[in-house]
């Protein structure tokens, strides 16, 4: 089976530092690389230091292109988009690879339109298909599911979705000596319309569910005093907090903040389910989330065999536990 063209991904250093969505992206493309035999290659916007090389040669990435002075456009997203483009029909890449993060997902669109190329968003599973890729893809959290083939007639551009990102080192893989070579654009396209003048982070206590990064949810387990604990510690580790239908029907929340088949479909990093026993109906809303843990007193709670970690525990006695070393670690101040 012949190779279906060179694969460039997007590694953008955030901090100077070879992040865990870097690693999981170099993880991801090598895979690719392998499966569909073909060469890979890495794009950064600063030179990588030694330990970062070092990232980026554990997952056998064969060569980094550093684009000069890369981070001096991360304020004009559409500008280094298109300089990106460039970079990627200069190199010859058939797909270009992004996180679906805030950055990959601005400058995914701005890419496929310079490269008059293919896009495909919240890629979550890719399979070589013949000359081409079958991928599939669920967004709007899990409301809309989909495969797409694409057959290598033109570039491709995907964004992967974070959740099915992962950090794994095949044991296949083979450490390399990456190539890195700085690279400057021939001559800067149009400057863009619009900059970034300030960044708002989203706020865990207010941002839809379905985009939550760590959520604690509560359930029925919850008495009204332990649901108040749990709301404090939400606040003071600033994470999101979510319910079971039955603490919704309590009228202790609104009905956005109720996770499961009715409620929200979530796929946050870290899932925890306090006093929740674990029927079909909330697990359907959660099993997306990467890790979940689940506390409950009873050992036989359903919610137990979907979880990856489980405590059995009285929410009475945790959670003033929690509540107090989350106090002295982070500050309980209002
Ligand atoms: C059509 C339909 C749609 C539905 N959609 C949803 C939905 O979207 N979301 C949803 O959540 N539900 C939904 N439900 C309801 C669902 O079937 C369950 O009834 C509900 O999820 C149970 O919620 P729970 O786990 O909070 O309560 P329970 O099932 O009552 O479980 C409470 C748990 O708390 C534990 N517990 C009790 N005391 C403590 C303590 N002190 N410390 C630790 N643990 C303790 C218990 O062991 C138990 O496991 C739906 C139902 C139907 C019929």
């Keep these: 089976m012949a190779g279906?063209?060179?694969i460039l991904t997007f590694?953008?250093?955030?901090?100077?530092?070879?992040?865990e969505t870097g690693r999981a992206l170099l993880s991801y493309c090598s895979r690719l690389a392998t499966w569909s035999d073909t060469s890979w290659g890495s794009i950064t916007l600063n030179a990588p230091d030694g330990d970062q090389l070092a990232g980026f040669a554990a997952y056998g990435a064969p060569e980094v292109i550093c684009v000069a002075d890369g981070d001096s456009y991360l304020n004009t997203p559409a500008l280094l988009g298109k300089i990106l483009a460039q970079l990627a029909a200069e190199k010859s890449a058939a797909i270009v690879v992004l996180p679906h993060n805030d950055l990959g997902?601005?400058?995914?669109?701005?890419?496929?339109?310079?490269?008059d190329a293919a896009l495909l968003t919240e890629v979550t599973g890719a399979r070589r298909t013949g000359a081409g890729l079958r991928l599939s893809r669920s967004a709007l959290g899990g409301r809309i599911a989909e495969a797409k083939a694409w057959d290598a007639s033109r570039p491709l551009v995907i964004t992967v979705a974070l959740r099915s990102l992962s950090q794994v080192l095949l044991p296949s893989a083979r450490p390399s000596s990456p190539v890195v070579a700085a690279w400057r654009p021939?001559?800067?396209?149009?400057g863009p319309?619009?900059?970034?003048?300030?960044?708002?982070?989203p706020d865990p206590q207010t941002v839809d569910l379905s985009e939550a990064e760590v959520i604690f949810s509560a359930g029925k387990g919850c008495s009204a005093a332990t649901f108040d604990q749990l709301k404090e510690l939400?606040?003071?580790?600033?994470?999101?907090?979510g319910?079971?239908?039955?603490?919704y029907d309590l009228g202790w929340t609104?009905?956005?903040?109720m996770v499961g088949q009715t409620g929200r479909t979530v796929t946050p990093r870290l899932y925890v389910a306090l006093g929740i026993s674990g029927s079909m109906h909330h697990v359907g809303g959660i099993k997306d989330s990467r890790r979940i843990v689940a506390i409950n007193i009873d050992p036989k709670a359903p919610i137990f065999p979907n979880a990856d970690e489980g405590f059995v525990a009285d929410l009475k006695e945790v959670l003033p536990r929690l509540l107090d070393r989350a106090k002295t670690r982070v500050g309980g101040a209002a």
């Design 11 to 19: 590694v953008d250093l955030p901090g100077n530092e070879l992040d």
């Design 243 to 247: 319910v079971t239908r039955p603490v």
């Design 105 to 115: 997902s601005t400058l995914a669109p701005v890419m496929a339109a310079a490269l």
């Design 254 to 257: 609104g009905f956005e903040r």
């Design 193 to 201: 319309a619009a900059g970034v003048i300030t960044r708002i982070p």
């Design 186 to 190: 021939a001559a800067l396209p149009d």
């Design 234 to 241: 939400c606040r003071i580790l600033n994470v999101s907090f």
């Design 4 to 6: 279906i063209g060179k």
